[in-house]
């Protein structure tokens, strides 16, 4: 499941002209995320069964501007170290440097950074840079990142593999000219109740991002059950409020 579905899931894994294969539409209605959501939920209870008196450490991340902030060099490095002819090389750049501009009365512009939003090719690009990260964690500290596009998620039982994870991935998009978005990365150990009762002795982990785990709407707490992010939801009732006062009839 874990290579199958989850490496560079965004390229398809064969040809297929009848369909736009680079987007996750073309999956089961069951899709990678859900699936996701179920192995998480899935592996904290298995380790809370197997493991009580350990911790059990999730970390989520994301990138912050992924698309804009590519590299053009960066991306030329990877192809060239890939055994793409100088001919193709030409092309991507060629494709990559294409002039631009944002209001019709300004100068047009040549993009020195980032890629297309929504172009086959700025996939291809995009899904390189980060399998070189995934390769490379995996490599390193056989942690396995299930990454959708830019969104990732690992877990492990084993504090210093998640800690060394986390410490090489900063350092990987670091040397690749990117950055985490903090305000969407987090992590949540996760903490038996015989362990909860003994949590003053445990020391809080300053290497991991501190801000907690979400997925969408919930949050996941220590206990290893996701709840409703209340704070979340009440933005967004009284968003809906605002907006049915000043609707004029039902059907807005």
């Known amino acids: ?38 192995l998480i939920n899935v592996e904290i209870q298995l380790h809370k069964i197997l493991q009580p008196n350990k911790p059990f450490t999730v970390v989520s991340a994301d990138l912050e501007w992924f698309g804009p902030s590519i590299s053009h060099e960066i991306i030329h490095i990877f192809l060239e170290f890939c055994g793409i002819s100088q001919i193709w090389l030409d092309f991507f750049d060629r494709f990559l440097k294409q002039p631009i501009y944002y209001k019709s009365n300004e100068n047009i512009c040549q993009r020195q950074r980032g890629v297309p939003i929504s172009h086959s090719l700025s996939c291809l690009f995009a899904e390189l840079l980060l399998f070189g990260l995934d390769l ?32 090489l991935m900063n350092e990987y998009i670091q040397m690749i000219g990117l950055k985490f978005n903090e ?23 300053i290497i991991l991002p501190q801000k907690d785990v979400k997925w969408g709407l919930l949050t996941l707490q220590s206990s290893g059950r996701f709840i409703i992010h209340q704070e979340t939801i009440r933005s967004l009732l009284d968003e809906m409020k605002i907006r049915l006062t000043n609707a004029t009839t039902i059907l807005e």
């Open 1 to 38: 499941m874990q290579e199958d579905e989850y490496w560079i899931a965004l390229l398809s894994s064969e040809l297929n002209y009848n369909s736009y294969t680079f987007n996750y539409e073309n999956r089961n209605k069951f899709d990678l995320k859900s699936k996701l959501f179920y």
């Open 136 to 167: 490379y964690i995996y490599q390193n500290t056989d942690i396995f990142i299930y990454r959708l596009h830019d969104d990732m998620w690992f877990f492990n039982s084993q504090s210093t593999k998640i800690e060394q994870a986390w410490t």
């Open 183 to 205: 305000d969407k990365c987090g992590s949540t150990q996760i903490l038996s109740s015989n362990i909860r009762s003994h949590i003053n002795e445990l020391s809080t982990n």
